[in-house]
């Protein structure tokens, strides 16, 4: 499980058990992410991204 999935899960068991439909549907929203891959491909933007702030390439 991605680190987002993970996150969106717990915030929505905190939040038992009245979570709110806004944080169910982030959830649900972060884990369909992980399945199709756009969580993974926004990650690797974001250390691209960083990498090249640094002058590091890649």
């Given at each position: 499980m991605d680190a987002e999935t993970?996150?969106?899960?717990?915030?929505?068991?905190?939040?038992h058990p009245r979570a709110p439909e806004e944080l169910v549907a982030a959830a649900r929203?972060?884990?369909?992410?992980q399945l199709d891959g756009t969580n993974a491909a926004r990650?690797?933007?974001?250390?691209?991204?960083?990498?090249?702030?640094r002058g590091g390439g890649g």
């Amino acid at each position: 499980m991605d680190a987002e999935t993970e996150d969106a899960l717990w915030a929505v068991c905190d939040a038992h058990p009245r979570a709110p439909e806004e944080l169910v549907a982030a959830a649900r929203l972060a884990f369909e992410g992980q399945l199709d891959g756009t969580n993974a491909a926004r990650r690797r933007e974001r250390i691209a991204r960083w990498s090249a702030e640094r002058g590091g390439g890649g």
